[in-house]
């Protein structure tokens, strides 16, 4: 399973890049931005813009926070490095991309919501994917797994359309995201599983 996901991360991240860096796959890209912005309703833009505000860092930190309180109480400390390793790291390198590559968003008669910063990679998406991802390998042997891990999925895939819905990503920014923090997710995961190893053995 984490070497599956860290493939999936590593072909998402690629083909971002290659979308990134080829002139007939970005017309593509903002072709999608403007079909989604056909086909909104009031619904649909209540429910993304609900999304956007739970998928921001803000609301992310404090449900994170609350998550490892609760996981403190059960002294799954390992779980714990886990899950402040994994969304430190995976912002940090989203929002040093941003910064490096700083492409413009889609157009702004396409926004929905206000928006920060560049638009390669999405940091909603990232942040998105990097719970999903560790919330599937924190409860990985939990008796509800496969409900935990369809509901990860979903989430992560929601937030993502979500902000091509809402006019602020392109396609390639959300696939940027996910691809971002499946690797970064899967290889600390798989660093401290050895580290666990090595410390018993």
């Not at 996901?5 to 403007?34: H, K, M, R, W």
């Not at 996981?71 to 989203?94: N, P, Q, R, V």
């Not at 999903?132 to 924190?138: A, E, T």
């Amino acid at each position: 399973m984490p070497y599956l996901l860290l493939i999936i991360g590593c072909f998402l991240l690629f083909f971002s890049v290659l979308i990134l860096n080829t002139p007939s796959l970005l017309s593509f890209d903002l072709a999608i931005v403007e079909w989604a912005s056909h086909y909104r309703t009031e619904n649909l833009n209540q429910i993304t813009t609900l999304l956007s505000a739970i998928g921001g860092m803000p609301a992310v930190l404090f449900f994170t926070t609350l998550w490892c309180f609760y996981l403190t109480w059960y002294k799954k400390y390992t779980y714990i490095l886990l899950i402040c390793l994994g969304l430190i790291g995976s912002g940090a390198f989203a929002w040093l991309l941003k910064y490096w590559i700083a492409r413009p968003r889609p157009p702004e008669i396409f926004h929905l919501v206000q928006s920060y910063g560049a638009s390669f990679p999405s940091a909603h998406s990232v942040y998105a994917a990097a719970l999903s991802g560790l919330v599937i390998y924190v409860y990985r042997e939990h008796s509800k797994y496969s409900y935990i891990y369809c509901f990860a999925v979903i989430w992560f895939i929601l937030m993502g359309c979500s902000r091509v819905y809402l006019g602020v990503h392109f396609p390639s920014d959300v696939l940027a995201g996910w691809g971002i923090s499946f690797i970064w997710i899967t290889l600390l995961y798989i660093v401290l599983q050895h580290a666990i190893k090595r410390k018993i053995n």
